[in-house]
């Protein structure tokens, strides 16, 4: 046992307390998070100076490269490998030759030997500038690396970066390259801005949750999905940081649990993405897109997290932030890059001026026969003394040695005109310099200009900004399961093959059951759940559905009056138990019917004998009976005993129709009235839309529906409402007008008379009375002509939409515009329903009147009791 005193102890927990905090400061600052000055991490940084160093205008080999990178970075070549493959599939910085990889199928590139890279002229404009580098020494002390590059640009936002450090992560997703540089400039000039991102890869994206790139935020993105014909769907572009593999993954899962139906799965990627989703003749094509986002990963989300180094310390900044940062400093380094320029040109100006004073003056024939060193630079500064004031800055000794280094061919050569031709031309550099000293911002903004210039083009957005619906999962399952029913025993489930079919379901639907004693109940499709015994009803529960209506007729207690209520189920709560009838005991109801669309038939119904009675049958309309919530007690029919209620006749909707607006910012139909107005749809009621391609269609008004195209046209369609068409035809160079009226039909219509590729609709309305006001050019002697109006439905007869129309102008020079009656704004219809009809009591007689919907549910406030007659 050692019993030195003097030798320390140290606790394991103080030497994990130090150790891991140099290991976490180690991942942090120089391997997981960039620094926000020039947006790399350390292997990338290395990479870069490497390439620098190797740059001679030709390709090198990568192996070579990742070699001569070790000199700098303490890892292995793999890790070096792999941050120059993604750094060079960002195509900003590196240009690559051979094959590195697919960044659409996640094919990895090919081995280091085989693949060559040189900085693009990007790179190397923007990077590297040793003169206002910082140096430091490399992990072995053999080497210099730069701290950070001297970027000026906002690398960090076009290249975005992803890193786990410990106890913290960055991500940074990459925007757009000429969104960035406008960005900057408005920067510059103290203006607003916004900035959201912008992938390679393309799809969609919602933004309404960035939150600026900071903490908590959220990105949604979609693969761009298409419909290619009636069967057939198409991606055309993938979610962000997924590739088709992953992609068409997901889709065979969510297909193998029985999310989505699809028939086959064919992926023809090379150069863009195409991967056709072949469905099956009886899948609605909408619906399945809707499926693919709610359960595949043809919708991502996405949590950015834009941590980055300033100095030696990691922040949470917003991309505002990081922006402002490094537009700051670009305008630092280009100031200093000046300021540098400005010193390099004052020391020519200087020297050439000296030379030009040594040289004209012939100072060089003074020292002709001196024989020291020391005598002749004193004889040369002698020399130049009556001439100090011609010059910026005073003589020095260095300044003396160089001109002792002129060659004899150089004095022989002297020509006094070309010099004082250079020195007018530094002198000119020198103006230009300071005056970009004196306007930095400007000079600054110029700066981002030119980059926008040289390097913008082919750098459009790609990926699309969208506000996005929300899927309900439910609605958009595949209705695989079959659900059925044994009443009297009280179970429902997805297993009760033997007994009563009910419909179709999937697993994520509800199923909504009615007792015989008047209790409803709402639980999830299940195998076998028990609901309770006597069930009369039992179906598919649709959340929110406010068309549905139930009409019942009930008796309260054993022995009570009878009841009948008409009323719908928007919402409630899973297993919970809903009394319909009433909570007293032997309450049963005695009629019971769903309606889809709020048919209200009529029924007898027939009562006990009775010597008090001189009629057994009643006969009543559910139409005339008020549509009300499920808790309301409903009119009361009689007091008597009833021996049984009978189907009379089937009835009709007695619903209004259904109004539809277009909401353009998700592209989808609703009720709730966002958006642009359709009209009130009922039955088979169609929408026309008309898209950029000119192919027109009829489609119904389903609010599942997507419009991803762009459209011309999106309105109610009316079979006796001509269209006014005025279209350009790219092979005769003219342009004209036709009316028709559409097929009413499901196929699409092109109106279009050819396929040239300048062929275009230029105009198109359904309003009547459109006027044209047609400015034809000058005639021959230069005389204004009068503006012609025309009224378009004047113009042409309605045809068939195959027809070709006649020429719209007289002097194809003519320039028009248009002039569309106001719009006449139709009431709103009723959402709910239109005015029922009500029972009213009065003296002993039945009266039926119109009331409004919007009555108290309470049954102290319904309708009268039908007359002591029955």
Known sequence: MDNNPEKKITKVSGLYREWFLDYASYVILDRAI????????????????????????RYNKVANIVGNTMKYHPHGDASITDAMVQLGQKNLLIDTQGNW????????????????ARLTPFALEVVFNPKTTHWAKSYDGRNEEPVDFPVKFPMLLAL??????????TKVVPHNFIELIDASIACLNHQEFQLFPDFQIGGLVDVSEYQDGSRGGRLRCRARIIQKDKNTLCITELPF??????????????????????????????????????????????????????????????????????GDTP???????????????????LKRELEIELGELEESWHFTSLERIFIENRIYRDIEEIKTWEEVLLTIRNGLKPFENQLNREITPEDIIRLTEIRIKRISRFDLDKFKQNIAELEKKIATCKSNLKNL?????????????????????????????????????????????NKEEGFVGTSLKKDEYIGDCSLLDDVISFRKDGIMKVTKVEAKTFIGKNIIYAEVFKKGDDRTIYNMVYREGKDGPVYIKRFSVTGVTRAAEYPLASSLPGSEVLYFSANPNGEAERINIHLKSNPRLKKLKIELDFADILIKGRGSKGNMITRYPVKRVELREAGISTLSTRKIWYDDTVRRLNIEGRGKYLGSFQGDDKIVVLNTNAELKLINFDLQN?????????????????????????????????????ENTSAVQ????????????????????????????????????????LILDEMIAVKGYKSIGKQFLKFPESTYHFEEPPIVETPADTLEGAPAKILEVTEGHISISNEDSDKPDSPEQEGGTIPSLF
């Not at 922040?315 to 700051?328: W, Y």
């Not at 342009?735 to 559409?742: C, G, L, Q, V, W």
């Not at 230029?762 to 230069?782: E, F, M």
């Open 34 to 57: 960039p620094s926000v000055y020039d947006g790399f991490k350390p292997v990338q940084r290395r990479i870069l100076h490497s390439m620098k160093e190797l740059e001679d205008g």
């Open 101 to 116: 990889g697919n960044i659409l199928t996640g094919d990895s590139a090919a081995a280091a030997r085989y693949i060559e």
């Open 160 to 169: 975005g970066v992803e890193g786990i450090g410990v106890g913290l992560s």
């Open 241 to 310: 940081g997924k590739t088709t593999d992953e992609l068409k993954d997901s889709i065979v899962k969510a297909t193998e649990r029985n999310k989505i139906k699809v028939k086959k799965i064919e992926d023809n990627t090379s150069g863009t993405v195409e991967i056709l989703i072949h469905l099956f003749p009886d899948t609605n094509a909408d619906r399945t897109i809707d499926a693919l986002y709610a359960f595949t990963d043809c919708q991502t989300s996405i949590s950015p997290n834009a941590c980055v180094i300033i």
């Open 315 to 333: 922040a949470f900044l917003s991309i505002s932030d990081i922006l402002k940062i490094n537009t700051k400093h670009t305008k630092e380094l």
């Open 441 to 485: 911002t400007a000079y600054a903004v110029r700066y981002y200009e030119n980059l926008k210039k040289k390097y913008g083009e082919g750098r459009e957005r790609k990926t699309e900004i969208r506000v996005f619906d929300t899927i309900n999962m439910a609605k958009v399952a595949v209705a695989n399961e079959k659900l059925y029913i």
């Open 706 to 742: 997507r419009f991803d195209d762009e459209y011309l046209l999106l309105e109610k369609f009316d079979i006796e409402k001509p269209f006014t068409c005025i279209y350009y035809d790219g092979e005769k160079k003219l342009e004209y007008i036709k009316r028709f009226i559409p």
């Open 750 to 789: 092109n109106n279009l008379p050819n396929e040239h590729p300048d062929t275009k609709i230029l105009y198109i309305t359904s309003s009547q009375g459109v006027k044209a006001h047609i400015q034809a050019p000058p005639d021959k002697r230069g005389n204004e002509r009068q503006e012609e109006i």
